[in-house]
């Protein structure tokens, strides 16, 4: 059952993707009343899939695939609550494609290794996923606020305020999404990895750090931290700030894909 | 349908002529009275603007003497003024009014005045008795129109002049204008144009920097701002999100480098310089910097520039609307015309007479011919002496001004309206309510 939820989610995640791409052409005004309500539909199938698998196994993930359909929700969530607050969809042209792609391939890729460790039942061990991945939404959110900053600024600067940039924010509130999303992210992403931290440090002593993984979210931690430090020292924004977040997000994605090498992360030694 | 329009606009007539044509507001509702009250015609309107001067009338009989009236209006030879005037008649002249309406005819399409002038000419000429029935639909409908033109196609939606080209790429950049300042350098005409678009935009503080500082200081005055010493100049910029230029000064006030240094002190906060002089006041490769938007005078243009095309693009769309709305008008009015209402009221009962009768058919047992024939005169003998006041009623009440309302109200009455649509008779009861 929860697989089918997922696949129904996905579907109307479909829709999402159909706007952002539309967005880029003159239609996106009609598809932008659709892919709202559609996006909303899907989360709740998504949400109900989640609820419906951990009841049934008392763990919320039991694959890396599988945790993906949780990454795409927490992103969705993330993205819903800057959504109410600024009315806009825009941050929807980067975060419906991934939270579709993510969503797709929990639904339907080969689940792949399976995460069998009693530590996933673990209460910490949940907690420590979902402070990370809330923390990943955020970064993943200001990095697509910079880019759209980075276009909308692009069209002020050329002097012919395009049509598709007329659609987007203005500069300042582009500026604002991306900064209170780093904002957020931040405090879930230090405890996330401090309760990764502890809980690794239990378990296996402090030769947890060589791990690939850990190291990679260590750096991921650290740019995040100069993200945010810049801008409020300085007040970095537009394209320096797009390329840290850039780099902190190819460190994300670097952290995330350091699963399939991580001895520690495969949950699989009991 | 027998609705006529005579006037001149700013495409048929330079304004030597149009200023003949004007009618000043004072005598506006005396004029308006005088075109009703003309021989053959039955209601009137005239609309003048400094664009345009239109009179728009219904005639009894389809015939009126608009050129025989504009003689007796401003005591001219018509025939000298030929070359300067339109002349439209019914589909045309209806054409004619949802265009204007609509900003579609407008020297600058699309911009919004025009309407709330036709408003005002509706509201004198209701005022005086000179608008009631068709007309009155008529520019009801016209009104309506002109809203859908403005909420379906993004006619309007764009700025096409400078100053509100500035607002609006302000907006780009900071969103909501609220709390934010503007500097303004130089305190020309141009600049209070565009400090004023900016004040009613909601801008806060207002700063002005003059070379003589008295002259300055009255700026100020006139925004509740605070004048500063021009010697001050580079210290207190960047206090401001918007900075106004528009010197004489022969060489650029503010480089590259003085960017810079305002943008470390503002902390990269955006800024956005808008130069309206000639010979520029700013710099051209302080655009280059990351956070500092310049415009001159040649990129505001450009932008109008833009936007007017843009505006075309979208009239097109528009006509589209108009082109419909005179077609869903034309069918309304027909509707509303009294003898289709009288034939179809005719045709109704009938139909419920010959139900009626069929259903008692039974009841009656085998007729003779007789008196077949003697329950035919009894019945329609009834409705016809029924009959008789309410159309005689609608017969004299469509000579009234408020025909339309009486006619639409038998209709309802009746529910004759879904069955002008499709010709089929509904048999049964006739009590079915009015439909919608």
Do not use: C, H
């Given at each position: 059952m929860p697989l089918l939820w997922l696949r129904l989610a996905v579907a109307f995640y479909g829709l999402g993707l159909v706007y952002s791409l539309l967005?880029?052409?003159?239609?996106g005004d009609v598809l932008a009343r659709v892919a709202g309500p559609a996006v909303g539909l899907g989360m709740i199938f998504q949400l109900v899939s989640l609820v419906e698998f951990a009841v049934l196994?008392?763990?919320?993930?039991?694959s890396v695939h599988h945790s993906e359909s949780l990454l795409a929700f927490v992103i969705m969530v993330v993205f819903m609550i800057f959504f109410v607050r600024y009315?806009?969809?825009?941050p929807g042209i980067f975060v419906f494609p991934l939270v579709f792609f993510l969503t797709f391939a929990s639904a339907t890729g080969p689940q792949g290794f399976?995460?069998?460790?009693?530590?996933?039942?673990n209460s910490w061990t949940i907690i420590h996923i979902v402070l990370i991945f809330t923390g990943y939404a955020g970064l993943f959110l200001s990095f697509g606020a910079s880019l759209l900053y980075l276009i909308q600024e692009r069209s002020l600067k050329s002097k012919q305020p395009a049509s598709f940039a007329g659609r987007l924010p203005a500069l300042q509130t582009i500026d604002e999404i991306g900064y209170r999303a780093l904002l957020l992210g931040f405090p879930f992403m230090t405890f996330g990895l401090i309760a990764g931290s502890v809980l690794a440090e239990n378990k296996?002593?402090?030769?947890?750090?060589?791990?690939p993984k850990v190291l990679l979210s260590i750096i991921m931690w650290l740019v995040y931290m100069v993200l945010l430090y810049t801008r409020w020292n300085?007040?970095?924004?537009g394209r320096k700030a797009a390329y840290l977040a850039a780099f902190a997000f190819i460190a994300a994605v670097g952290a995330w894909a350091a699963n399939y090498f991580s001895r520690l992360h495969r949950f699989n030694i009991s | 349908m027998n609705f006529f329009v005579i006037g001149v606009n700013h495409k048929t007539a330079p304004v030597e002529v149009r200023e003949r044509f004007a009618i000043p507001e004072s005598r506006l509702p005396e004029a308006t009275k005088m075109l009703a009250t003309?021989?053959?015609?039955?209601e009137g309107m005239i609309v003048s603007t400094c664009n345009r001067v239109e009179m728009v009338a219904r005639s009894v009989n389809g015939n009126a003497d608009m050129r025989g009236f504009l003689k007796q209006l401003?005591?001219?030879?018509?025939a000298e003024y030929e070359q300067y005037l339109y002349e439209y008649r019914s589909t045309e002249a209806v054409r004619h009014m949802f265009r204007v309406a609509s900003s579609l005819?407008?020297?600058?399409?699309?911009?919004?005045q025009i309407l709330g002038q036709v408003k005002e000419a509706y509201a004198t000429a209701r005022a005086v008795g000179a608008v009631s029935s068709q007309l009155d639909a008529l520019l009801t409908r016209a009104f309506a129109v002109a809203k859908r033109v403005r909420t379906d196609t993004?006619?309007?939606?764009?700025?096409?002049s400078i100053a509100s080209v500035a607002v609006e790429l302000a907006k780009k950049i900071?969103?909501?204008?609220?709390?934010r300042s503007v500097y303004i350098v130089g305190a020309g005409k141009m600049c209070e144009l565009a400090a004023r678009h900016f004040v009613a935009h909601g801008v806060g503080k207002i700063y002005v920097a003059n070379r003589t500082y008295e002259r300055g200081v009255a700026f100020a005055k006139k925004f509740n701002g605070e004048a500063v010493p021009i010697e001050h100049l580079y210290e207190t910029v960047?206090?401001?999100d918007i900075v106004l230029s528009s010197t004489g000064?022969?060489?650029?006030?503010?480089?590259k480098e003085h960017g810079e240094k305002f943008l470390s002190r503002r902390k990269n906060r955006p800024m956005f310089f808008l130069d309206i002089a000639v010979p520029r006041?700013?710099?051209?490769?302080?655009?280059?910097?990351?956070?500092i938007f310049v415009y001159d005078i040649d990129d505001l243009q450009q932008v109008v520039q833009s936007h007017m095309s843009d505006r075309k693009e979208e009239a097109a769309h528009a006509e589209a609307i108009v082109n419909a709305e005179v077609e869903k008008f034309e069918e309304r009015l027909r509707t509303l015309d009294v003898v289709p209402t009288i034939v179809s009221l005719q045709e109704h009962l009938e139909t419920v007479r010959q139900a009626e009768i069929d259903r008692l058919r039974g009841r009656l047992g085998e007729l003779s011919p007789e008196q077949e024939m003697a329950v035919d005169a009894l019945t329609k003998g009834i409705i016809n002496k029924i009959m008789h006041t309410p159309i005689t009623t609608l017969k004299t009440a469509a000579k009234e001004p408020e025909s339309t309302t009486v006619i639409e109200l038998v209709r309802r009455i009746f529910n004759l309206h879904e069955k002008a649509k499709d010709e089929t008779v509904k048999t049964g009861s006739p009590q079915s309510g009015p439909g919608k």
């Open positions: 967005l880029l052409s003159k239609r196994e008392g763990k919320i993930t039991a009315r806009t969809s825009s399976a995460l069998s460790s009693p530590l996933l039942k296996y002593g402090s030769m947890f750090f060589a791990d300085s007040g970095w924004r | 003309y021989p053959g015609i039955e401003y005591n001219i030879d018509p005819d407008s020297m600058v399409v699309g911009e919004p993004s006619i309007a939606s764009s700025s096409v900071f969103g909501s204008l609220q709390g960047d206090k401001a000064a022969p060489v650029t006030i503010f480089r006041d700013v710099d051209a490769k302080m655009n280059d910097l990351d956070g």
